[in-house]
């Protein structure tokens, strides 16, 4: 149980809590009457995830009187930021600049990115100890100017400035890290209290969805994906999106990571593959990239789509006579231009080039696989 909350993560739900919002209610008087009393509190998780991606930007913040103790005789340690413990399928990244931590903010109770138990009312749980939530294993904060992670010089520090009305962290655009979730960090990541701080490591989001197909509608449920980074063989896995709890609501099959740009991924999903498969990568930087390395059950053919325009034989690695690089047949890599790809059918895996740029976060670069079987 947690005392107070300074900041509470944003989340995206695919369904309206008002009556207004909801178009099988045909009367709504007044239009600001919730739909079930067990919508309520106006913070708890209404349907599944409602967005693909979103992010939050924190500018000239300060955070003072903030214990991570039960101090002051409270019956609950206090947080200045923290997940909402009811946003269980997705937490969108948080980007912090400009941050002030007064010395009052102590710093054990600073970003609380941990299981906990949260209140005993709360039946969107997933995410507390012995659950599994992609909500909590796969979100990370992003620090832009290293002042998240870091305190402001003090008097007698070199680096200290009377009139300075901003200043630089040790770590700029370090990145925080989940303790619930340690694959996700790199060994030069720092642990505090219910987090990493992370000084040389960048994460993105990288989605995968299998288009038009919802688990509760189709009886077909694909289980748990494996991303394995294959710098330092850390895995982690994405089980998916829950339900809706007090409204029905079928979540689309789809998964997300958070992957570190310039890396190789292999992704492992333990059931027979969709015959569609969709990948966003939601990075605006052009020179970030990373290589996707999809396992296949079986030999299949594949047709490949960017913006859904249909790529041809110059994006195949493999095709010796028509790919536009050098080398071919080959297998991709990061620095192939973005929807490069080629099928290794030793390995059975599908390799593809995956790249930042203008408009990915809104969509833009969208890769889709459509799957043939070979007979």
Same mark, same amino acid.
């Given at each position: 149980?947690?005392?107070?909350?300074?900041?509470?993560?944003?989340?995206?739900?695919?369904?309206?809590?008002?009556?207004?919002?909801?178009?099988?209610?045909?009367?709504?008087?007044?239009?600001?009457?919730?739909?079930?009393?067990?919508?309520?509190?106006?913070?708890?998780?209404?349907?599944?995830?409602?967005?693909?991606?979103?992010?939050?930007?924190?500018?000239?913040?300060?955070?003072?009187?903030?214990?991570?103790?039960?101090?002051?005789?409270?019956?609950?340690?206090?947080?200045?930021?923290?997940?909402?413990?009811?946003?269980?399928?997705?937490?969108?990244?948080?980007?912090?600049?400009?941050?002030?931590?007064?010395?009052?903010?102590?710093?054990?109770?600073?970003?609380? !990115?941990? @299981?906990?138990? +949260?209140?005993?009312?709360? *039946?969107?749980?997933?995410?507390?100890?012995? =659950?599994?939530? /992609? #909500?909590?294993?796969?979100?990370?904060?992003?620090?832009?100017?290293?002042?998240?992670?870091?305190?402001?010089?003090?008097?007698?520090?070199?680096?200290?400035?009377?009139?300075?009305?901003?200043?630089?962290?040790?770590?700029?655009?370090?990145?925080?890290?989940?303790?619930?979730?340690?694959?996700?960090?790199?060994?030069?990541?720092?642990?505090?209290?219910?987090?990493?701080?992370?000084?040389?490591?960048?994460?993105?989001?990288?989605?995968?969805?299998?288009?038009?197909?919802?688990?509760?509608?189709?009886?077909?449920? !694909?289980? @748990?994906?494996? +991303?394995?980074?294959?710098? *330092?063989?850390?895995?982690?896995?994405?089980? =998916?999106?829950? /339900? #809706?709890?007090?409204?029905?609501?079928?979540?689309?099959?789809?998964?997300?990571?958070?992957?570190?740009?310039?890396?190789?991924?292999?992704?492992?999903?333990?059931?027979?593959?969709?015959?569609?498969?969709?990948?966003?990568?939601?990075?605006?930087?052009?020179?970030?990239?990373?290589?996707?390395?999809?396992?296949?059950?079986?030999?299949?053919?594949?047709?490949?789509?960017?913006?859904?325009?249909?790529?041809?034989?110059?994006?195949?690695?493999?095709?010796?006579?028509?790919?536009?690089?050098?080398?071919?047949?080959? !297998?991709?890599?990061?620095?192939?231009?973005?929807?490069?790809?080629?099928?290794?059918?030793?390995?059975?895996?599908?390799?593809?080039?995956?790249?930042?740029?203008?408009?990915?976060?809104?969509?833009?670069?969208?890769?889709?696989?459509?799957?043939?079987?070979?007979?």
């Amino acid at each position: 149980t947690v005392w107070r909350a300074g900041v509470l993560g944003h989340m995206v739900n695919a369904l309206a809590k008002l009556c207004e919002g909801n178009p099988k209610i045909p009367v709504c008087r007044p239009p600001n009457t919730p739909v079930k009393e067990c919508l309520m509190p106006w913070e708890h998780r209404e349907g599944t995830a409602g967005a693909r991606y979103s992010e939050a930007h924190w500018s000239a913040v300060t955070f003072g009187h903030f214990g991570g103790e039960r101090t002051c005789g409270l019956a609950a340690p206090s947080y200045a930021f923290m997940p909402n413990p009811t946003s269980i399928d997705v937490n969108y990244p948080n980007h912090f600049e400009d941050v002030l931590w007064l010395p009052s903010a102590h710093s054990d109770a600073r970003l609380m !990115l941990d @299981r906990h138990t +949260a209140n005993p009312d709360n *039946d969107a749980d997933q995410c507390a100890d012995g =659950g599994d939530c /992609d #909500g909590l294993a796969q979100m990370f904060l992003v620090d832009v100017d290293g002042t998240l992670t870091d305190d402001p010089p003090a008097p007698g520090d070199p680096d200290y400035d009377e009139n300075a009305t901003r200043y630089t962290g040790a770590w700029p655009g370090a990145t925080v890290v989940p303790a619930a979730n340690p694959a996700n960090a790199i060994a030069e990541c720092v642990s505090r209290g219910g987090h990493f701080a992370c000084d040389s490591l960048r994460l993105r989001t990288l989605r995968w969805e299998a288009p038009g197909m919802a688990s509760a509608e189709t009886g077909r449920f !694909l289980g @748990r994906f494996k +991303a394995r980074r294959a710098s *330092d063989g850390r895995s982690t896995w994405s089980r =998916g999106a829950y /339900d #809706g709890n007090c409204l029905p609501s079928n979540p689309t099959q789809w998964r997300g990571w958070a992957v570190r740009p310039g890396s190789d991924y292999n992704l492992t999903m333990f059931t027979s593959p969709p015959k569609h498969h969709r990948f966003n990568f939601f990075d605006e930087d052009p020179d970030s990239s990373i290589l996707i390395g999809l396992f296949l059950t079986q030999p299949f053919n594949l047709d490949v789509f960017v913006d859904g325009v249909r790529l041809g034989a110059e994006f195949d690695a493999s095709d010796r006579e028509h790919f536009s690089g050098v080398g071919a047949p080959r !297998l991709p890599t990061r620095d192939d231009p973005h929807g490069t790809h080629a099928f290794d059918p030793h390995e059975r895996r599908f390799y593809l080039t995956m790249r930042g740029g203008a408009g990915r976060t809104a969509g833009g670069g969208e890769v889709m696989l459509r799957l043939t079987m070979v007979v």
